[in-house]
Each structure stands twice: as structure tokens, then as C-alpha cells.
């Protein structure tokens, strides 16, 4: 009887958490486009700068072309740009040149491991797209303003 209860347990919550830590959002930390959860192979972090929010940074090339943009990173610096609008991000600076106007940023770029990590809210709404902030920023969401459905 004890073994049927063990193996119910091992079913029933540690089998389900580890697919859940798989998945790369241990920390609860998620990034969703268009509805759909987004996850990369250098992952998705958090920066937290003196002010004390969350700020989802993400790999510059997985974002860019999540969104549908063309990527180029050059030493310390990205340029993604899609139809018109161009955004160009530079490593260790929180100031982001978004179609030629200075935008200060609330957190840096950052490289982590030799990929160059850009804000995700930034990103986003440089590029049109409605940005929400959820569970005190560790889960955020981009939407195509074109989408009919809001999250």
C-alpha cells in the first residue's frame, strides 16, 4: 500500500515540477509573444536595477526574430530592424536608438556568455506591439496590435 501511494505521489507532483524546471522557467520567469511562451537556448533572465522592478532580458536574436525582425549583432551592439522601424542596442548602455531618437531604457543590454541580452518591454513596443507587465514583471506579455485578442 505504501509503494501505491509513493508512486501516486511521484506522479502526481515530481514528475509534472521537473518538465516544469525543463522548460527553463524555475524562477517563474516567462516572456509570451502573440501567445506563445517564449523560450531560447541562452534562457530568459531577470534585471534588477537599484529602483527595485523586474525587467525580462532576453537574447537579442531570439526576440528579434520572434517579432518577425532581422537581427544583426556586431561586437557589442544589435540592430533589428523591421520594415521601417529600426532599434540599436548596445551592450553595458541603457540608452536604445529607436528610428534615429535616443530612448532611455530602464535597464541595460547586457552580454551574458557571449549573447547580447536586450530588454524585452523595449524591444516590443519599439516595434508597435502592446507590452503588459504581470506578476511584479516576472512574466511578460507582447501582443501584435493587429491581434484580436488580448491576453
Known amino acids: 500500500m505504501k509503494q501505491k501511494i509513493a508512486l501516486?505521489?511521484?506522479l502526481l507532483?515530481?514528475?509534472?515540477?521537473?518538465?516544469?524546471?525543463?522548460?527553463?522557467?524555475?524562477?517563474?520567469i516567462e516572456l509570451i509573444i502573440n501567445g506563445k511562451r517564449?523560450?531560447?537556448?541562452?534562457?530568459i533572465t531577470v534585471s534588477t536595477p537599484a529602483a527595485g522592478k523586474n525587467y525580462i532580458i532576453v537574447p537579442a536574436d531570439g526576440i528579434a526574430a520572434a517579432l518577425g525582425a532581422l537581427c544583426s549583432v556586431e561586437q557589442n551592439k544589435a540592430t533589428l530592424t523591421k520594415g521601417s522601424d529600426c532599434v540599436v542596442l548596445s551592450a553595458d548602455s541603457k540608452t536604445a536608438l529607436i528610428n534615429g531618437k535616443k530612448r532611455e531604457m530602464p535597464v541595460p543590454a547586457q552580454i551574458?556568455?557571449?549573447?547580447?541580452?536586450?530588454?524585452?518591454?523595449?524591444?516590443?513596443?519599439?516595434?508597435?506591439y502592446r507590452v503588459f507587465r504581470e506578476r511584479a514583471g516576472k512574466r511578460v506579455r507582447i501582443v501584435s496590435r493587429t491581434e484580436l485578442t488580448a491576453p
Open 8 to 10: 501516486l505521489f511521484l
Open 38 to 43: 517564449q523560450v531560447y537556448e541562452q534562457g
Open 13 to 28: 507532483f515530481v514528475i509534472p515540477m521537473t518538465g516544469y524546471a525543463a522548460d527553463g522557467d524555475a524562477d517563474g
Open 112 to 128: 551574458t556568455d557571449g549573447t547580447l541580452f536586450v530588454p524585452a518591454e523595449t524591444v516590443g513596443a519599439a516595434f508597435g
